[in-house]
């Protein structure tokens, strides 16, 4: 009976030691690849962006499928912000969980685009993204974002 007691407890000691020693993942550094997305967009330049996608990362836009980041770049996105003159968020928030290496974020925003030809597009957007850690950096394999005007509210009311 006591070998099995010492037997026991050798394998529960076993079995605990594996999950106290693992590190919890830092979700702070997938908050902070979608901030580098973000800024890369409002400086209107994708350089290096690849580099937060996973290759094999799928993109969903306001009802659409884009493929991965490499199409959408080349045959979405990257002709857009060739027209445009600014692009600015404001009222950005973002909540990240996880469980493991992969963390989901939902972030809300607010918009401006400014075209070459002036007009001005105002925007209020949502986007969850579904993020992947390999050896200790996140890359976004799935994003769906949607947009939509501004509600319009009434003058000096709620």
Partial sequence: MRRLTITAIALA??????????????????????AQYKSAMEKLDLTGVEAL??????????????GNFAHYRDHHMGPELKEFKSFTFRNYKISVRGEGN????????SFSIVLASGETIERDGVATSVLKQD???????????????????PAGGI
């Fill in 102 to 109: 992969i963390a989901i974020a939902t972030e809300t925003y």
């Fill in 13 to 34: 000691m076993l079995v605990a030691v594996p999950a106290q020693a693992t590190e919890p993942a830092d979700y702070q550094g997938a908050a902070a690849a979608l």
């Fill in 135 to 153: 050896n200790g950096k996140w890359q976004i394999f799935n994003l769906h974002s949607s947009s939509r005007k501004p509600k319009v509210r």
């Fill in 53 to 66: 996608f996973s290759p094999d990362a799928q993109i969903f836009e306001s009802g659409g499928v884009e």
